[in-house]
């Protein structure tokens, strides 16, 4: 086990705010429902089986998306990244139509990074065209071609997910990666009562 430090904080691009995340600091409701994924997940992580974790906004998808990436890194070397929809969404359109190219190194991180936690998708503004959707089913069919494990946290639950990425996206996440719907109160309910209570003392 090495000890994760800043610079690998910031090379897997988690945000500060879960620099701190660890599983052993998860809820009871969110241990049982990935149980079965962590006692397994080096096995997990060979077959580049991921998680598709979904729920509503403060049920800690993001939270256990990084203790997930930290703990890949510090057991066993596996070097992972994280990426919000709407980073991903800037670079491929907004870099490609700028012609800056400043997107390059982050399209080779997500495409070969052996743990990629894809967060919020859903939450990228998309346009009428669908282009953002092709990328995401681009993407990961890639990286399950190659047997790179991805997790994609997402307020859609698997039905509208499908709806919106297409069927063919939905059934290759089927395919490659775990469905964990969490179900948790809003953790962001708790630190705002954490915060009240700090600023009455």
Known sequence: M??????HLVYMNIGRRYWGAELADASDEQRKALRGYV?????????????FLCGP??????FISAALLKEAWAR???TGYCVTAAELKHCWI???LAHLGSGELMRDRVETCRLLVIDDL???HRAASGYAETQVGALLRHRSRHVLTTIVTTNLKPEPFAEVYGASTAKLLKECA???LLKDRDHRDDAAKAICRETRT
């Not at 090495?2 to 610079?7: D, G, H, P, S, V």
């Not at 906004?57 to 993001?62: A, D, E, Q, R, V």
């Open 57 to 62: 906004n403060g049920s800690g998808k993001t």
């Open 122 to 124: 859903g939450k990228e």
């Open 76 to 78: 066993w070397r596996v």
């Open 178 to 180: 775990l469905p964990v």
């Open 39 to 51: 006692t397994r997940f080096k096995r997990m992580l060979a077959k580049g089986t991921g998680l």
């Open 94 to 96: 907004d870099d490609v």
């Open 2 to 7: 090495i000890e994760l430090t800043t610079e």
